[in-house]
């Protein structure tokens, strides 16, 4: 059992190149979100989706743009990147939660460490 | 604004003793409480939880604290051992179906000295 797989684990982007970090789950979640890790900052929120065919935006959405077309992949691509977006990005994924449960806890994979020159 | 604050970067215990992690938050419709543990070079994993309709979660080593009055929650580690030495995030959700919005706290790194 895998988890959450992201791909790759590190990359090195010149300004205004393009990317996209792919992620995998094997759980059957219906759930899957792309964050960020900045120093000082915390896990921040990009995109999100709830379902296959269906995306959102998080808190940072700027510069970054996702697609879900099947189930278990969470793709999030940079079109133009720039230095601001050197980070570590984590992949999530978790159950729907249901009125009245326990809220679930989020799987996370391992993490992509991108740098932006 | 930051929803959910851990005030403190970092914390050093020694091993065998008790650890207290801290937490705070403004936003009184987070309905969970959850706390995770990220160790370097890997993603953070779920560590535990504890409901907004209650005051105390406890699985094995570890207990979350939740005080509502307060606007405070806390996580104890008893004993700590050195393999808990990691960062830790707070993090509060408010959503009681389908889609729940989770704000996470910028995380306190404890070290649990041998």
């Known amino acids: 059992n895998a988890g959450v797989t992201q791909t790759p684990k590190f990359r090195v982007l010149k300004t205004g190149q393009s990317m996209t970090l792919l992620c995998a789950q094997d759980?059957?979640?219906?759930?899957m979100y792309w964050y960020r890790q900045d120093p000082g900052m915390g896990l921040r929120l990009i995109h999100y989706?709830?379902?296959?065919?269906?995306?959102a935006k998080g808190e940072v959405p700027d510069g970054y743009n996702v697609s879900r077309l099947k189930k278990q992949n969470f793709l999030l691509g940079l079109e133009s990147a720039a230095p601001s977006q050197t980070s570590v990005y984590f992949c999530a994924s978790s159950r729907r939660r249901s009125s009245g449960t326990d809220a679930y806890g989020y799987t996370f994979g391992s993490g992509t460490r991108l740098t932006v020159v | 604004d930051q929803q959910v604050k851990q005030n403190s970067p970092s914390l050093s215990v020694q091993e065998g003793r008790i650890s207290i992690l801290n937490c705070d938050y403004t936003?009184?419709?987070?309905?969970?409480f959850l706390w995770y543990k990220k160790y370097p070079a890997e993603g953070p994993t779920f560590l535990i939880s504890?409901?907004?309709?209650?005051d105390k979660n406890e699985d094995g080593r570890f207990t979350v604290f939740l005080n509502k009055s307060a606007k405070h929650l806390s996580l104890h580690i008893v004993p700590s051992q050195p393999g808990d030495s990691a960062v830790y995030f707070c993090?509060?959700?408010?959503?009681?179906?389908?889609?729940?919005?989770?704000?996470f706290g910028i995380g306190t790194k404890l070290q649990v000295i041998p």
């Open positions: 993090a509060a959700s408010v959503g009681s179906g389908g889609y729940q919005k989770v704000t």
């Open positions: 759980m059957n979640h219906e759930y």
């Open positions: 504890i409901s907004s309709i209650k």
């Open positions: 989706s709830v379902g296959e065919g269906t995306t």
């Open positions: 936003n009184s419709m987070f309905d969970y």
